[in-house]
């Protein structure tokens, strides 16, 4: 038989209602806060990603499933959604602040690991059009109000700031001075780094260059004022709102577009592999795709990860209902029944093969429903259906009409 390919998953029942749970609440964060989605198409001009990327990330290029079309285009499955929310942005000629989200899979050709497969998906918000850390500080709100809705505990925001094009260039001299006379320590990668983009050294997780990275000179100490003036301020919006934070010297971002903040979500739990959710501002990042300037900052978050990060947790199960049908000749009318309860709002499953009651009983039970109703001649007539509790054996008559509400309002038993 023919198989999906590596690194790409099946979603089915129950983990796809669970996926509708995080998807849906995202969105629910996201509009409460006045996000608004947007979609991207799944394919994008190479060029996109190649500009943004940079000369310095030939590994980002290396893992970017690109491809020519019939008409002799190169196009490149999206690595990641910011380049296109920005180019989305230009092309449709919005001007001043937007605040935009968008729910969508990325593509990257890497060896699959648990929660980061080649198809992954991702929640992305974006506020675009301005540079005040107003703008940093609601953002990590965002991330952070998500998060600790969908049940993840002890966060922790890590926090930097990479400079811009006025203080940067001193901070990768001063970090090539502190390398060059380890070269020799250094892996391959980094000693090609260490001339192109020597703030990726911070990034690598060899152990040789972890050695190094305790003694390298930090970002902070090399802010010029208007730099500093920003991540202070953000400092104190994030104390004021009430979100931890610890600075972390080693957060970077390998692409020239980034700008100052740099942050991490992470949850303590998972140790080396808990960041949840990476963000950081990109002011440089529109020019680069030969736009005019756009100042941004956003954050992405990766849903795989996050969901092996809640288990059984988080989701809270929607009332289902079994209508269990006492013989055959009544499926229509417990099918009409059916109907009307899913009208108002129940979720209801009913018998597909003809099966005596016990064995649909059996079913109910196996598969997990919270509730059980004998759908027989006397329903039919009434129109009041006996609902009976799976989980504490609790039993109540009512008609179609008040089940809903009473099946939502208390989920464990009646
Ligand atoms: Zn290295
Ligand atoms: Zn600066």
Known sequence: MVQRPRGTADVLPPESQRWQWLESLARQVCERAGFGEVRTPTFEATELFSRTSGESSDVVQKEMYTFTDQGGRSLTLRPESTASVVRAYHEASLSGVHKLFCIQSHFRYERPQRGRLREHHQLDCE????????????????????????????????????GDLTCRPGYRRALQEYYRPHREELCPDCQRRLEINPLRLLDCKREGCQALKAGAPKSRDHLCPACQEHLGQLCLLLDQVGIRYRFDDLLVRGLDYYTRTVFAVSHGALGAQSDLCGGGRYDQLSEAIGASPLAGVGFGLGLERLLITLGDGGAPPPPRLYL???????????????????????????????????????????????????????????????????????????PAHELAERLAGRRSGL
């Open 324 to 398: 269990a049908v006492t013989e055959a000749a009544l499926e229509g009318p417990a099918l009409a029944m059916a109907i009307e309860l899913r009208r108002s709002g129940l979720s209801v499953e009913m018998e597909l093969l003809h099966r005596s009651l016990k064995a649909q009983f059996r079913r109910a039970d196996k598969e997990g429903f919270d509730h059980v109703a004998v759908f027989g001649e006397e329903e039919r007539r009434s129109g009041l259906l006996t609902v009976r509790s799976l989980r504490d054996g609790t039993e109540g008559r009512y």
């Open 127 to 162: 506020i675009l059009g301005t540079d005040l850390p107003l703008a940093d500080a609601e953002l990590i709100g965002v991330a952070w109000s998500f998060l600790s809705e969908a049940g993840v505990e002890d966060l922790t925001v890590s926090l930097n700031s990479i």
